[in-house]
């Protein structure tokens, strides 16, 4: 899915106390937080030329971030320089989930040449309701 650019983003902390009715893992490029209304929370990048950022690991079920209201969203971050094949550049970005039914930390994995973003991108799409 291409997420609108004129999408908002979101803060961490506007999760917090949200219930979802699916959390999905789209090929490690996207991971949606869907709540019953039809709003979702869009985690992705936004792809330009030499970089690359995905979902490296998820650690926990993601189903026990179904059906009960999240406790936890927090986002932890840091940036590594070394000489790879890869690239130059290396940004790690852990996101980590929390309900009563468990804990999840999703660890996002960003490469490129040092000139691009490898930050994950955030956006809050609104359901829009068919008209009649």
């Known amino acids: 899915m291409v997420i609108p650019w004129s999408s908002p983003s ?4 506007d999760m917090i106390g949200k219930t979802f009715t699916a959390v ?6 996207e991971l949606y937080f869907i709540m019953a209304n039809g709003d979702r929370f869009v985690f992705h990048h936004e792809q330009d030329c030499c970089e690359s950022v ?3 690991e998820i650690v926990g ?3 026990d971030l179904i059906d009960s209201p999240l406790l936890e969203a927090e986002e932890v971050g840091g940036k ?3 000489d790879s094949e890869e690239g130059e550049s290396h940004t790690w970005t852990f996101y980590k989930f929390g309900t009563i039914k468990g804990h999840v930390n999703v660890r996002w994995y960003g490469t490129s040449n040092g ?4 930050s ?3 956006a809050f799409l609104k359901h829009e309701a068919e008209s009649d």
């Open 61 to 63: 079920d993601l189903d």
């Open 24 to 29: 999905t893992n789209r090929g490690n490029q």
């Open 80 to 82: 590594s320089k070394w």
């Open 10 to 13: 979101f803060e961490m902390k």
């Open 115 to 118: 000139y691009y973003s490898e």
């Open 54 to 56: 995905r979902i490296e």
């Open 120 to 122: 994950v991108d955030r």
